[in-house]
């Protein structure tokens, strides 16, 4: 098998928080099938090392970034996992970017830490492992191909862009303790308006750029989404490819989710009392005529959260709840917990995060409500279209890509799998919410909707399929 070295800063089950880990997590199972070994290079945060099994020390370095490094591996289910033990930089208290202070201000030695062992890794190898392709995930594992490329190795590399909105900017003054090459500090190297961007570092030197959509990929070269990124997304447009992100079958599947009662497209009877019992637990009415809305999501300014207002006017008029699960801002926060305030009985709120709770939601749910203001794949739209909770979701990116909105064509032609609005305004998603109230009342419509959802291909395989061929093109040249 030909061997691929992923480096991400989270990856499910060991650490999340958000679609980030899912994708890291499910791409090596994935891979499998398609003949490639990937291992997962990510941080040993605390705790880590403590849930992989079999582990054995096959890197070390007396002084990574102000203090010593070794280098684990081990395995966590399917995924062959490194991970890079760092106490002066991972071994702390709070999520992996951040603590009850907020974020860590030595994040950029944190994550370049990962990527300078990352790129002696794919230099060197690792024990008796050496990869044929280094595979870097958003602005933390993009100095990865960077250090490698600076060194002036040759394996070849990609990045994947899962949100063009962080960037890992930084101040120049750490150019030195980032071990940076000053002489690539300039507009074609990683200088982003006067500081360093790590991103921009990856974006500049790997032999590939992913991201994952085809729409997203589109939407980067333009000012709106590139986030001042988009001119060199577009100097490089010729090595640009949009892969559609999958769902991990096994954790996401309502005939086996050990988190509700089981059900599938074809006996659909456990479905309300999934719906009953999500009633119960977010506190609403007993009696819901309408439909019953889920939302979960990071509550920022990405997710659209200030839109939700109107949403939720126009359901409660049609008889219409709404249950949220998320955490983040505290503007977004108190947007929701006022809505639930307003509305008692018809909008119920969690803050926090919770994996279980997300799954119930799902399979309770008649509908997930993703009004993103760009969204790079989204993954709840996915989930929701598995669990037959159709999506409501703005026309951006991943959402535009793997929803189909019901439309009289799209009905007739039974393609319908879900709600789609654009502009991404309130006006227009109150006239979605409308629409998605009138195709609820539509007990015939709306049943084939839910079944066409389910029963639609959302696994890796296709996209798997895509990341191999991706990675034999680049060793062949
Ligand atoms: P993003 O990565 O931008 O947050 P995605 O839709 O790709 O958006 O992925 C979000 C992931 O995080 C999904 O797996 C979603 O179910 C999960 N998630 C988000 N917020 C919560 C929460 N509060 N509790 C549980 N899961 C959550
Ligand atoms: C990012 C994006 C999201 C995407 C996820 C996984 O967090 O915001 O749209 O699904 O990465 O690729």
């Known amino acids: 098998m030909k061997r691929v070295l992923s480096?991400?800063?989270?990856?499910?089950?060991?650490?999340?928080?958000?679609?980030?880990?899912?994708?890291?997590?499910?791409?090596?199972?994935?891979?499998?099938?398609?003949?490639?070994?990937?291992?997962?290079?990510?941080?040993?945060?605390?705790?880590?090392?403590?849930?992989?099994?079999?582990?054995?020390?096959?890197?070390?370095?007396?002084?990574?970034?102000?203090?010593?490094?070794?280098?684990?591996?081990?395995?966590?289910?399917?995924?062959?996992?490194?991970?890079?033990?760092?106490?002066?930089?991972?071994?702390?208290?709070?999520?992996?970017?951040?603590?009850?202070?907020?974020?860590?201000?030595?994040?950029?030695?944190?994550?370049?830490?990962?990527?300078?062992?990352?790129?002696?890794?794919?230099?060197?190898?690792?024990?008796?492992?050496?990869?044929?392709?280094?595979?870097?995930?958003?602005?933390?594992?993009?100095?990865?191909?960077?250090?490698?490329?600076?060194?002036?190795?040759?394996?070849?590399?990609?990045?994947?862009?899962?949100?063009?909105?962080?960037?890992?900017?930084?101040?120049?003054?750490?150019?030195?303790?980032?071990?940076?090459?000053?002489?690539?500090?300039?507009?074609?190297?990683y200088e982003f308006w006067g500081d360093i961007s790590t991103l921009k570092a990856g974006l500049t030197t790997a032999d590939a750029i992913t991201t994952v959509s085809p729409r997203y990929a589109e939407e980067l070269m333009r000012g709106e989404y590139g986030q001042g990124l988009e001119g060199v997304i577009a100097a490089r447009a010729g090595v640009v490819i949009g892969i559609l992100n999958g769902i991990d079958e096994g954790v996401w599947n309502p005939g086996t989710d050990p988190d509700c009662e089981p059900f599938?497209?074809?006996?659909?009877?456990?479905?309300?009392?999934?719906?009953?019992?999500?009633?119960?637990?977010?506190?609403?009415?007993?009696?819901?005529?309408?439909?019953?809305?889920?939302?979960?999501s990071r509550l920022t300014a990405q997710k659209g959260i200030d839109l939700l207002p109107a949403a939720v006017e126009e359901l409660v008029t049609r008889d219409g709840a709404l249950a949220v699960l998320g955490s983040g801002d505290a503007w977004a926060e108190d947007l929701v917990r006022g809505l639930a305030a307003r509305f008692p009985g018809r909008v119920g709120v969690k803050i926090g995060y919770d994996e279980g709770l997300s799954h119930r939601m799902f399979a309770g749910g008649d509908a997930v409500l993703v009004p993103s203001r760009f969204e790079p794949c989204g993954l709840t739209q996915l989930y929701g279209l598995r669990y037959g909770c159709l999506p409501l979701v703005s026309a951006v990116g991943g959402l535009a890509d793997t929803v189909i909105g019901a439309t009289p064509a799209s009905l007739a032609a039974q393609a319908a799998t879900g709600v789609v609005f654009h502009p991404v305004d309130a006006l227009a998603l109150r006239q979605a919410m409308r629409r998605l109230c009138d195709l609820h009342a539509d007990r015939k419509t709306w049943t084939g909707m839910m079944k066409r959802a389910m029963k639609s291909d959302l696994g890796w395989t296709a996209s798997a399929a895509r990341y191999a061929a991706l990675y034999e093109r680049l060793l062949a040249q």
């Open 7 to 189: 480096v991400a800063s989270e990856a499910v089950p060991l650490v999340k928080t958000g679609g980030l880990a899912d994708v890291v997590g499910a791409l090596p199972e994935a891979l499998i099938g398609q003949g490639w070994d990937m291992r997962v290079m990510i941080p040993a945060y605390r705790g880590v090392l403590d849930r992989l099994a079999g582990t054995t020390e096959v890197w070390s370095d007396s002084d990574l970034f102000g203090g010593p490094a070794r280098l684990h591996l081990g395995t966590v289910g399917a995924m062959t996992v490194m991970a890079l033990e760092a106490p002066h930089l991972y071994d702390r208290a709070g999520g992996p970017y951040s603590d009850l202070h907020g974020d860590f201000g030595d994040n950029a030695e944190r994550f370049a830490a990962l990527c300078w062992a990352a790129a002696a890794v794919a230099r060197e190898g690792a024990g008796d492992w050496h990869p044929d392709v280094l595979h870097a995930h958003d602005w933390q594992g993009a100095l990865a191909p960077a250090y490698l490329r600076y060194s002036g190795a040759s394996l070849p590399s990609l990045v994947t862009i899962h949100n063009m909105a962080f960037q890992g900017r930084v101040g120049a003054e750490k150019i030195g303790a980032l071990r940076l090459p000053h002489e690539a500090f300039h507009r074609d190297g």
């Open 264 to 296: 599938s497209a074809a006996s659909l009877s456990a479905k309300s009392r999934n719906r009953k019992a999500l009633q119960a637990e977010f506190d609403l009415d007993k009696k819901i005529g309408g439909p019953l809305v889920i939302l979960v």
